[in-house]
Nanobody, 116 residues
Framework: QVQLVESGGGLVKPGGSLRLSCAAS????????MGWYRQAPGKQRELVAL???????NYADSVKGRFAISGDNTKNTVTLQMNSLKAEDTAVYYC??????????WGQGTQVTVSA
């Protein structure tokens, strides 16, 4: 079993910054990718950013140029630096990890609220 532990959510004013971190532990095999999804009230969960073990990244169009994802394969961690936050970034953010063996895991979610 794999556990994903997230940290770093909170309340921030528009234009501010937050950093989310996620660490995977447990019965970890080879990582395929780690990343972040988010879900706002009444909306479907959507991809925010993803980084593969080969360091390829993928971002939602809405966050390109504002968010940056980084990962450490040796520590099985992923970090999302969020800058120039907007009210529409408000959501529960979920850490995601997939493994070469095919397993997919989710964190418990961390709330990000952007409000004046």
């Amino acid at each position: 079993q794999v556990q994903l532990v997230e940290s770093g959510g909170g309340l921030v004013k528009p234009g501010g910054s937050l950093r989310l971190s996620c660490a995977a532990s447990g019965s970890i095999s080879r990582l395929n990718a780690m990343g972040w999804y988010r879900q706002a009230p009444g909306k479907q969960r959507e991809l925010v950013a993803l980084i593969t073990s080969g360091r390829s990244t993928n971002y939602a169009d809405s966050v390109k140029g504002r968010f940056a994802i980084s990962g450490d394969n040796t520590k099985n961690t992923v970090t999302l630096q969020m800058n120039s936050l907007k009210a529409e970034d408000t959501a529960v953010y979920y850490c995601y990890a997939s493994f070469v063996t095919g397993g997919v895991y989710w964190g418990q979610g961390t709330q990000v609220t952007v409000s004046a």
